[in-house]
């Protein structure tokens, strides 16, 4: 009923910069906030940002400035902008939304396929 999708990934070299985005589509009432999340091999999946549909935004630690959330409530899309980026930082990155289907003021966890961020001289 609700579908996420993310774009943007790919290979990057150290030190440059990649913008990730993606949309929520569906039986969508309102939603409450979305963010990112990344997965490395052989890791468990780490937060990584997210914001409100208020504009209250949380890092990861390991962001350190480098990274910045927004998004479109308008179009139910919310962009990260990744700079300075570094080895690292090479995982699949994956978009969730926490959206509101029906008369309940609760979300619920929807999840993107994930795109491939790949950090590497």
């Known amino acids: 009923q609700v579908h996420v999708v993310e774009s943007g990934g790919g290979l990057v070299q150290p030190g440059g910069s990649l913008r990730l985005s993606c949309a929520a589509s569906?039986?969508?009432?309102?939603?409450?906030?979305m963010g990112w999340y990344r997965q490395a091999p052989g890791k468990q999946r780490e937060f990584v940002a997210d914001?409100?549909?208020?504009?209250?935004?949380n890092y990861a630690d390991f962001v350190k400035g480098r990274f910045t959330i927004s998004r479109d409530n308008a179009k139910n899309t919310v962009s990260l902008q990744m700079n300075s980026l570094k080895p690292e930082d090479t995982a699949v990155y994956y978009c969730?939304?926490?959206?509101?289907?029906?008369?309940?003021?609760?979300?619920?966890?929807?999840w993107g396929q994930g795109t491939q961020v790949t950090v590497s001289s």
């Open positions: 569906g039986s969508i009432v309102s939603i409450n906030a």
């Open positions: 914001i409100t549909s208020g504009g209250i935004t």
């Open positions: 969730n939304a926490e959206v509101v289907v029906g008369p309940n003021p609760w979300g619920h966890n929807f």
